[in-house]
C-alpha cells in the first residue's frame, strides 16, 4: 500500500516568509510525528498527534512553528517568518497506535532559507 | 530521559567484509531500539527493532543487533558488505511518553570495491 507521503518535497522560501508543509500518512495511522533533521545530524521530535489531538509539542522551536491534524489524518506544519535557522528537512512518521512499534517515515521537506 | 550515542560518524569497509556499526543508549524506561537506513534522496527505513523480546534480532538485507543490557548498546552487524549498503544508518531509541523516537548522529557507512 501507499506509504508516507509529504509535499512538497523541497522547498526555497526568502527569509521572513510563511512556509506550509503537508504530510499525508498511511489510512488508519493513529499516530503521527514531525521530525527536523539539520544538515550532518539525526532527527530531533518536534512535535506528536495521536488522530487529531495535538498531545506533545515540546520540540517546537519557537513560537514560529505550529502543527495541526484537523481531522486526524492529513497534518501540515506551517513555519511564520522563516529564518535561516530554518533550514533542515523536515520529516513526517506515523504509526498504527502510540504503543512501542515502528514508525513510517515519508521522504521529508527539505527548507532551505535564503 | 533517553538519549543514543553512535560511536562513529563513518565507517569504511571492502566489499564482502564485516560490517560494525555501534550504538550506545541510554533510558529511563525498559527501552525499544531500532535502527533505520537512510539512502541519500530516500527516506528512513526500517532495518531492525527490538521491543523486549529476543535479544538477537535479525533484520532486512542480513542485518542483525544484539541487545546487552549490561552495557547499554545494541550494535548493528552484518556478516559480508555488499555495496548497496553504502548508507546512512541510525540508531534509534523510543519510550516514555507517545513513543517519541530519539536518533543517534548517524553513521555512514562506506563500501569499497
Known amino acids: 500500500g501507499a506509504g508516507v507521503s509529504q509535499s512538497p518535497r523541497y522547498k526555497v522560501a526568502k527569509r521572513g516568509q510563511d512556509v506550509a508543509l503537508r504530510c499525508d500518512p498511511i489510512?488508519?495511522?493513529?499516530?503521527l510525528f514531525w521530525y527536523q533533521q539539520a544538515l550532518g545530524q539525526g532527527p530531533e521530535f518536534l512535535t506528536y498527534f495521536q488522530n487529531e489531538a495535538q498531545l506533545d509539542k515540546s520540540g517546537l522551536p519557537s513560537d514560529r512553528f505550529f502543527a495541526e491534524r484537523p481531522e486526524g489524518s492529513v497534518s501540515t506544519l506551517k513555519i511564520q517568518r522563516t529564518q535561516q535557522e530554518d533550514s533542515a528537512v523536515y520529516l513526517c512518521?506515523?504509526?498504527?497506535?502510540?504503543?512501542?512499534?515502528?514508525?513510517?517515515f515519508g521522504p521529508g521537506t527539505r527548507l532551505t532559507v535564503t | 530521559a533517553q538519549s543514543v550515542t553512535q560511536l562513529d560518524s563513518h565507517v569504511s569497509v571492502s566489499e564482502g567484509t564485516p560490517v560494525l556499526l555501534r550504538c550506545n543508549y541510554s533510558?529511563?524506561?525498559?527501552?525499544?531500539l531500532f535502527w533505520y537506513v537512510q539512502h541519500p534522496n530516500k527516506g528512513l527505513q526500517l532495518l531492525l527493532k527490538y521491543t523486549s523480546a529476543a535479544t538477537l534480532v535479525k533484520g532486512i538485507n542480513g542485518f542483525e543487533a544484539e541487545f546487552k543490557k549490561s552495557e547499554t548498546s545494541f550494535h548493528l552487524t552484518k556478516p559480508s558488505a555488499h555495496m548497496s549498503d553504502a548508507a546512512e544508518y541510525f540508531c534509534v531509541v523510543s519510550g516514555g511518553n507517545f513513543n517519541k523516537f530519539y536518533f543517534g548522529s548517524g553513521t555512514k557507512l562506506n563500501v569499497k570495491p
Open positions: 489510512s488508519g495511522h493513529v499516530s
Open positions: 512518521a506515523s504509526s498504527f497506535a502510540s504503543g512501542r512499534g515502528e514508525q513510517y
Open positions: 533510558s529511563s524506561y525498559s527501552p525499544s
